[in-house]
């Protein structure tokens, strides 16, 4: 038989995951275990590039560990860990800071935008993010890495680095491909249905983890339009909020818009935006049971993360000290 082809990802434990993550993208990655063999880590290295409350980022690293649990990722069938339970993330990223160029580094619209925001902390892990995140995928040799737009150039920059090293050391890396995800659901923001849903507007912002009573609250108050028949169908252009609507009522029963259309003609927004929103709380019901389940049992949710770190550990550390023997270090 042949080998799966590898995947990994590594997820920010900076914020609560909302109904946008869920049906835009986490839905998805049950399934793929199937294909791929899988990795996906909490990387909690790269978020103190920012300043976090530590309690609150160990909350959320945790956290988002059950809920990608609770969303189907099943960590006998995937490797779940913590990024800085495995040393060899940092280990790698400075051998490759070494190999990465400061001009390349300058170039990242990322670092350009976040030290224009955070011009009072422009510190260096800022700027050397690419390589631990070149250091975070290079390690397990991955085919495919699925990354959302505003991470292509990160991954761009550790093809380039992959590249230059081999160029120098023979086949070291493989050279990964970006992998562009089956397209979800794209969520607007209930109160601003002209931009992507976001916890930055949390009025409008459904997150995973919200009570019943506050998510069918958040869909009563959802921005519809003018229409004075408050007429159900499908038009983005001019009836942006209930065309986010009637996509999300869609992601979740599997209906087509002219079911939706028929099932609630006649009826006007009253009825039909308390029905998305019951339909949505029963989707996220036994997710939010599960996460809470999990997150009430340590011994479990610690047999994963350290299963997790010791198999991925092991592919790290062979791709490591590969490296440290090419450029010259002396065997410990
Ligand atoms: N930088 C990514 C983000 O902010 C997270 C990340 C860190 C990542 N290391 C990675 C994603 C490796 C893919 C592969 O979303």
């Known amino acids: 038989m042949e080998a799966k082809k590898v995947m990994l990802s590594g997820i920010q434990p900076s914020g609560d995951l909302h109904l946008g993550n869920y049906l835009g993208a986490i839905k998805n990655w049950a399934d793929r275990a199937e294909e791929f063999d899988c990795y996906y880590f909490m990387a909690d290295l790269h978020t103190i590039t920012v300043r976090q409350d530590p309690a609150l980022l160990r909350k959320r690293t945790i956290t988002q560990l059950a809920q990608y649990i609770a969303c189907g990722l099943d960590p006998e069938k995937n490797t779940l860990f913590i990024q800085s339970h495995v040393p060899a993330h940092a280990q790698l990223a400075w051998v490759l800071e070494c190999y990465t160029m400061f001009g390349e580094l300058s170039r990242m619209t990322q670092f350009k935008d976040?030290?224009?925001?955070?011009?009072?902390?422009?510190?260096a892990g800022l700027f050397t993010y690419p390589s631990l995140m070149a250091a975070d995928i290079l390690l397990y040799q991955p085919d495919y890495v699925p990354v959302g737009e505003d991470q292509k150039q990160h991954v761009e920059i550790t093809r380039d680095i992959a590249v230059r090293f081999n160029n120098?050391?023979?086949?070291?890396?493989?050279?990964?491909?970006?992998?562009?995800p089956k397209a979800g659901a794209r969520v607007y923001g209930l109160t601003t249905p002209g931009d992507k849903m976001s916890k930055s507007v949390p009025e409008g912002c459904v997150f995973m983890m919200d009570d019943p009573a506050v998510i069918a609250k958040k869909f009563k108050r959802a921005v519809t339009d003018s229409d004075r028949e408050h007429c159900v169908y499908y038009d983005r252009e001019n009836k942006p909020g209930v065309a986010n609507l009637m996509n999300i009522y869609s992601a979740v029963t599997g209906k087509s818009y002219?079911?939706?259309e028929r099932e609630f003609d006649g009826q006007g927004y009253g009825v039909f935006k308390p029905a998305v929103g019951e339909a949505v709380i029963e989707m996220l019901r036994p997710i939010r049971e599960e996460t809470e389940r999990i997150l009430a049992d340590k011994a479990?949710?610690?047999?994963?993360?350290?299963?997790?770190a010791e198999r991925a550990g092991r592919v790290a550390f062979k791709t490591l000290r590969k490296v440290y023997k090419k450029v010259g270090f002396v065997a410990p």
């Open 258 to 260: 002219e079911e939706i």
């Open 300 to 308: 479990y949710l610690e047999s994963v993360y350290k299963a997790g």
């Open 114 to 123: 976040k030290s224009s925001k955070h011009q009072d902390n422009i510190n």
């Open 168 to 180: 120098i050391y023979g086949d070291v890396f493989k050279v990964p491909e970006p992998y562009i």
